[in-house]
């Protein structure tokens, strides 16, 4: 055992005291320094000048923020997420449920209709409907148009309380009034942007060949997802169902575009009495124009729609349409076509050069209403007045 002196023990405890307060100092320190870093400003009279008032009292917003947020926190809720599930096969070549497309849609009644875009739900085998609380039910399709491309869908609230986002009016909109987009751009739920009509009248080819007329062009910020959501004005009334973008990287570079809610208000009651829009149609067998068969026919325009056939005792024959001559039948794959016939090339002047057009130009007709058709017969145009039968649910020329 080694001894210590007496002074040797009092230098130690000294020592150790010194050490001891060194060290509580600097645990002290770095304690506070974990908490929070202090910075201590250098001494200096505080005057008047230097007090800034601060406002406790509620947080103020200026006009046009405060009827962004009244807008948001009325229909927001009316906003739902639309999910699919299509058929897929596997590497047996077997049927197998696959997710399909998501997009938004717009609670419309109570009873738990939804408004919504043909493409988002197109070839769906199960529809699914979430609402803004997380709530999910199994809706399924009352109806769709791919002439406008929406379509009406309907789930059983069982008892919830359910936010309609209210329809507007679109015949009566300016350039450069405000619109808001409400959606589920990249499933960030019940989003919110805000910008313009910037065009009125757009006309654009859809993804299923038909041409959608009187869009409206708008620069709010729409995104995958948020096909099928409310554009609304600036009372929180839906005045489109936005529907496709213009983008070259597949985000929004401020051209967007919707489906004016006319359109919706006048055939959603089809759509949901009978599963389909109800329109006029020429009872006839159209065949559009190609180049070879301009060619090989002689024919006086390179644009149109030929008549091929004309149905026998049909409204088309009493007014006078001709089909072709079964003497001149050729062969086009597998079609058999009659040449000869009269040539549609405008309906109620408006121009037709496809049967996109000729479609288009039949959109909003009904079974009855009188028409005035412009043909191209033996080198000269005449218009004749055509009332229009139902349009079949399926004709014979149109792929299976």
């Known amino acids: 055992m080694k001894l210590y002196s007496s002074s040797q023990l009092i230098r130690t405890a000294i020592g150790a005291a010194v050490g001891a307060a060194v060290l509580s100092t600097v645990a002290v320190f770095f304690l506070t320094s974990s908490k929070a870093h202090v910075v201590v400003p250098p001494q200096q009279s505080i005057t008047s000048e230097s007090l800034m008032p601060v406002d406790t009292g509620p947080r103020k917003y200026d006009t046009d923020e405060q009827e962004n947020i009244n807008i948001y926190q009325a229909v927001n809720e009316g906003v739902v997420n639309v999910s699919t599930e299509v058929l897929g096969y596997n590497w047996f070549l077997e049927p197998v449920p696959q997710s399909g497309g998501t997009g938004s849609g717009s609670i419309i009644d109570k009873r738990g209709y939804v408004l919504t875009n043909h493409h988002v739900v197109a070839n769906a085998?199960?529809?699914?409907?979430?609402?803004?609380?997380?709530?999910?039910?199994?809706?399924?399709?009352?109806?769709?148009?791919?002439?406008?491309?929406?379509?009406?869908?309907?789930?059983?609230?069982?008892?919830?309380?359910?936010?309609?986002?209210?329809?507007?009016?679109?015949?009566?909109?300016?350039?450069?009034?405000?619109?808001?987009?409400?959606?589920?751009?990249?499933?960030?739920?019940?989003?919110?942007?805000?910008?313009?009509?910037?065009?009125?009248?757009?006309?654009?080819?859809?993804?299923?060949?038909?041409?959608?007329?009187?869009?409206?062009?708008?620069?709010?910020?729409?995104?995958?997802?948020?096909?099928?959501?409310?554009?609304?004005?600036?009372?929180?009334?839906?005045?489109?169902?936005?529907?496709?973008?213009?983008?070259?990287?597949?985000?929004?570079?401020?051209?967007?575009?919707?489906?004016?809610?006319?359109?919706?208000?006048?055939?959603?009651p089809d759509l949901i009495k009978y599963g389909k829009v109800i329109r006029g149609w020429i009872d006839i067998t159209p065949v559009q124009l190609f180049p070879q068969l301009v060619r090989y026919a002689h024919l006086p325009v390179t644009q149109g729609v030929l008549i091929s056939k004309v149905t026998p005792g049909s409204l088309a024959e009493k007014a006078g349409l001709k089909g072709g001559n079964p003497n001149q039948a050729v062969r086009y794959g597998n079609d058999i076509l009659y040449l000869g016939g009269d040539i549609i090339i405008a309906i109620n002047d408006q121009k037709v050069a496809t049967l996109a057009d000729l479609y288009s130009a039949l959109e909003s007709t009904k079974p009855g209403q009188v028409v005035q058709v412009t043909v191209e017969r033996n080198g000269e145009k005449k218009t004749l007045s055509v009332t229009l039968d139902q349009r079949p649910n399926k004709s014979q020329w149109e792929s299976s």
């Open 125 to 268: 085998v199960k529809v699914y409907i979430t609402l803004y609380d997380g709530t999910q039910y199994v809706g399924h399709i009352v109806g769709q148009d791919l002439e406008n491309d929406l379509a009406v869908l309907k789930f059983d609230p069982k008892g919830h309380e359910l936010t309609v986002v209210p329809l507007g009016e679109s015949s009566d909109l300016k350039v450069g009034q405000k619109v808001l987009a409400i959606g589920n751009p990249f499933a960030l739920n019940r989003t919110m942007t805000q910008g313009i009509v910037s065009a009125l009248g757009r006309p654009l080819r859809s993804d299923t060949g038909f041409i959608l007329h009187k869009l409206i062009q708008t620069d709010a910020a729409i995104n995958p997802g948020n096909s099928g959501g409310p554009l609304l004005d600036s009372q929180g009334k839906m005045i489109g169902i936005n529907t496709m973008i213009y983008s070259p990287s597949g985000g929004s570079v401020g051209i967007g575009f919707a489906v004016p809610v006319d359109t919706a208000r006048r055939i959603i």
